[in-house]
């Protein structure tokens, strides 16, 4: 049994809309294990630490401007495979051509804004998982 790990947050826009129960269920029903769970209003010093490898890109103020929008939903599942399996259950970034079936592609469009709301994030490899995990839950 894999202790893999990945960080999963439901963004400002997910919590805003109801969507927190409803995101969080399609993990469990995958099979993932629920190991931390809390609702956070994120300061700037954590977002600038989370996205880090984003700064200087056209969407980076935007991006954590709109994650200091509202409360997020931030959570630890656990399970073999999970960072690649959140993500193929995320969908792809841009959320109009995401996949239907996924979690953006069923519930995101595009606002018009500087920031795509994509409702969720969940880490892409292990070595963000751990980092991503250090921040959110320290
Ligand atoms: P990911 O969340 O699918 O891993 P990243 O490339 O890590 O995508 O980007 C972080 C977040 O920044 C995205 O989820 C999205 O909210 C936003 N973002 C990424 N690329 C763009 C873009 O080209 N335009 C607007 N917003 C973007
Ligand atoms: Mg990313």
Redesign the pocket.
Known sequence: MSDERTLVLI?PDGVARGLTGTILSRVEAKGYKLVELKLVNATRELLERH?E??VG???YE??VE?MLSGPVAAAVFEGQRVIEGF?SL?G???PTTAAPGTIRGDFGRDWG??????L???S?SPESAEREIGIWFA
């Not at 804004?113 to 994509?118: C, F, I, M, R």
């Open positions: 963004k996205y490898e984003h890109k056209p969407f935007p991006l709109f993500r995320a792809t970034t841009e804004l500087k920031v795509q709301q994509n969720v994030h969940g892409d």
